[in-house]
């Protein structure tokens, strides 16, 4: 019986293998179609838990989303994500990633999704050509009041842009940049 449990355990081995060595990168117009999926999926969600981000993040000179995965072990954790910047006058896309190093106590994944919404054209332009990168953390108490209906449920995270943080529960209620950066995908655009 042992010789039999082996054959089979090699068999096993071996599709595996060969299917990971057949599996296609997707091209790069299924990884746009894949972002831009997303990010449908995802304004969907939070027009529906709060409606004023739509006239909100339309009346923007532009926004960007991003789908974030996340893992944390004892002292370190880190994340990586992608996305896409729309420039609301042109309909422009610029397709971007994301990394994040985080520091300090604590276990656990999470995927989140991530929305900005840009006040001036030249914010936009700077996040879209320069990178950013976000450091510090906030709770949606802290500045989500001030801008009145317009940013409801939004956080201040630089002037002049706004940030929403999705989780699979809703809007989160604490927001965390604690080093992360954004950046162009040399690869999709």
């Not at 082996?6 to 746009?32: D, F, M, N």
């Not at 006239?55 to 996340?70: L, R």
Request: net charge positive.
């Amino acid at each position: 019986m042992q010789p039999i449990l082996r054959a089979v355990s090699v068999l096993v081995c071996v599709v595996i293998a060969a299917g990971t060595v057949a599996a296609k990168e997707p091209s790069k117009q299924e990884q746009q179609d894949d972002i831009r999926k997303t990010t449908a999926e995802t304004l969907a969600r939070l027009y529906a838990a709060h409606p004023s981000a739509k006239s909100a993040i339309e009346g923007a000179a532009g926004y960007a989303v991003f789908s974030i995965f996340g893992m944390k072990i004892f002292v370190a954790g880190g994340g990586k994500g992608k996305g896409v910047a729309v420039d609301n006058a042109t309909g422009k896309e610029t397709f971007m990633r994301m990394i994040e190093v985080q520091a300090g106590l604590g276990m656990g994944i999470k995927k989140f999704r991530v929305v900005f919404a840009f006040e001036d054209r030249a914010t936009l332009n700077q996040f879209i050509e320069s990178g950013w990168q976000v450091g510090g953390q906030a709770t949606a108490a802290a500045k989500a009041s001030g801008e009145g209906e317009a940013f409801a449920g939004a956080l201040s995270v630089s002037p002049g842009v706004w940030m929403y943080q999705l989780t699979d529960e809703g809007l989160a209620l604490e927001l965390t940049g604690k080093g992360t950066k954004y950046y162009k995908d040399k690869d999709l655009n």
